[in-house]
């Protein structure tokens, strides 16, 4: 939402917020850069700033007050997410994707878990400031793609799930699961009924990370966003118990309530990367003598810094009227959330080549930490879709009778 009409509430959360980013996180990632190239991914990002997001209220945002969670008034949810996500991705968008993760995953609790579950997992998450979320739908056969409007068999998960005397059998695989590799309980999804289509037979399940035949198999090795580990996990003969099933057959239809708010959080994340790049770069140009003036004297210098301020600015302008879409349940949200997100990724892309090009030589040093911001922008390219996934998703929502009709042979 605008700035301009943030409440009181809200005004403190983001102040706390970059506080806690200008302090701590910034700091940290300028002082110890080379840590986020530890090849062990449990080494990489200190207890401390964990616990230190715990100290300001922004690592369980979205657990219901009743089990200890900060009640966010519901008018303006989303709006309150993005704005508190902006401000950690302009540390580190690695943390901000560690941190909103648990948010996503706790609106969907709150919404389909029954009341003893999230009472047990609610408390785990409030008690361990370690504790993180994870969502898992990707597959190695099937990742974004799957949002198209191809709703055949043939088009269905790979990971199965089989009601048995024991409860749910799962066997499969996740793949490129955000916060995969170190989180303490999954949100897993499988075909339960291969006969027809995804929407039809997918349903969802609560894992706990100690479940017997779960294997967390890898920790993917990202170019960006390298503070939150990036997963895969295998599921062999897995069992389930049935209150662990969260919604069976229609819940891609119910996750809705995970992905409109993650859209919107992607692309506030996004937008706080390209505003730590935009602060950066005007320092350095308006600071860095070269050719006898300052860099911003220069007039090619200059126009470049008033293209990457118009972009953020185009960027929050549309996220600002995504996330009111979603608070406010507007028939238009789900486009709204997807052009937010794809205009958020490719506007943020080419403020961040700008910031690399101005700093010339010192951008492309890595202990200069200007490529670590062009290289976590790219990220955001194919994250929670790719941008050509994105746009047709978004000609779906306008045209569901033509654009969104299944384009294999006639039936």
């Known amino acids: 939402m605008p700035h301009t009409t943030l409440s009181e509430e809200q005004r403190l959360m983001r102040a706390s917020c970059r506080a806690f980013v200008d302090d701590v996180v910034i700091p940290f990632v300028r002082r110890e850069w080379q840590r986020e190239w530890d090849m062990r991914p449990d080494a990489r990002l200190p207890p401390a700033i964990l616990e230190g997001a715990e100290a300001v209220g922004i690592r369980t945002l979205g657990v219901p007050e009743a089990f200890g969670g900060i ?3 519901p008018a303006t949810e989303v709006g309150t997410f993005a704005l508190i996500a902006e401000e950690i991705a302009r540390g580190d968008s690695g943390l901000a994707d560690k941190l909103v993760q648990n948010w996503k995953v706790a609106v969907l609790l709150r ?21 993180l979320l994870a969502h898992c739908l990707t597959e190695p056969r099937g990742a974004s793609d799957r949002w198209l409007p191809y709703n055949v068999p043939e088009a269905a998960m790979q990971t199965r799930a089989v009601r048995t005397s024991r409860g749910w059998v799962i066997n499969g695989r996740k793949q490129f699961i955000s916060n995969g590799y170190d989180a303490g309980l999954y949100v897993v999804y499988a075909n339960t009924n291969p006969a027809v289509g995804m929407l039809q037979g997918t349903s969802s399940f609560l894992v706990p990370r100690d479940t017997p035949g779960l294997t967390v198999a890898r920790c993917n090795e990202t170019m960006g966003c390298r503070f939150m ?8 003969d897995m069992v389930v118990p049935d209150d662990h099933l969260l919604v069976e057959n229609d819940a891609l239809g119910r996750a809705g309530i995970y992905f409109r708010p993650g859209k919107i959080i992607q692309a506030a994340k996004n937008l706080g990367v390209g505003m730590r790049a935009f602060e950066v770069t005007a320092d350095y140009v308006q600071n860095y003598v070269q050719g006898g003036r300052i860099l911003i004297k220069h007039q090619a210098v200059a126009l470049r810094l008033a293209d990457m301020a118009t972009r953020l600015e185009a960027v929050r302008a549309l996220l600002d009227r995504a996330a009111r879409a979603v608070d406010e349940k507007d028939p238009d949200a789900d486009a709204l959330c997807n052009m937010a997100k794809v205009h958020a990724s490719e506007e943020v892309f080419k403020v961040a080549q700008h910031a690399l090009e101005l700093h010339g030589g010192n951008g492309v040093m890595l202990d200069f930490g200007v490529e670590k ?6 990220i955001f390219l194919h994250m929670d879709a790719t941008v050509d996934i994105s746009k047709l998703k978004i000609v ?8 969104g009709r299944y384009a294999g042979p006639e039936g």
């Open 111 to 131: 919404n389909v878990a029954p009341e003893h579950l999230q009472k047990r997992w609610f408390g785990r998450l409030m008690e361990d400031p370690q504790f």
């Open 396 to 403: 779906k929502a306008l045209f569901p009778h033509t654009a």
């Open 71 to 73: 009640e966010l008034d």
């Open 229 to 236: 580990n990036n997963g895969e996990l295998v599921f062999e």
């Open 373 to 378: 911001l062009f290289r976590d922008a790219s």
